[in-house]
């Protein structure tokens, strides 16, 4: 078992950044990608960005590329989502999840354990 906790949200005007945390405990040993969902009330949950804690590859839909940078410490068992810019498109329950592949996967699908989720909510 393997247990996510999520930190950093929060109410930010446009333009406005912030940084959410993600923290792994438990089995990590075979969690080798971690990644940062987002859920829009009636929308797909989507992959923002992920990245492969082997070899550092990661992955950024296109939406916010230059925009969110995802980083880890592996040290820490944590990954971070710098989001700079941020609009109000990207209000959103953020989601941090942690999966097997050795690459960064946006699949929902490759991902077996979820944390609890932290508002993020963008005004303009």
């Known amino acids: 078992q393997v247990q996510l906790v999520e930190s950093g949200g929060g109410l930010v005007q446009a333009g406005g950044s912030l940084r959410l945390s993600c923290t792994a405990s438990?089995?990590?040993?075979?969690?080798?990608?971690m990644g940062w969902f987002r859920q829009a009330p009636g929308k797909e949950r989507e992959c923002v960005a992920a990245?492969?804690?082997?070899?550092?590859?990661?992955y950024v839909v296109d939406s916010v590329k230059g925009r969110f940078t995802i980083s880890r410490d592996n040290a820490k068992n944590t990954v971070y989502l710098q989001m700079n810019s941020l609009k109000p498109e990207d209000t959103a329950v953020y989601y941090c999840?942690?999966?097997?592949?050795?690459?960064?996967?946006?699949?929902?699908?490759?991902?077996?354990?979820w944390g609890q989720g932290t508002q993020v909510t963008v005004s303009s």
């Open positions: 999840a942690t999966g097997q592949t050795l690459y960064p996967s946006s699949w929902p699908g490759s991902y077996n354990y």
């Open positions: 990245i492969s804690k082997v070899s550092g590859r990661t």
């Open positions: 438990g089995s990590t040993f075979s969690s080798h990608t």
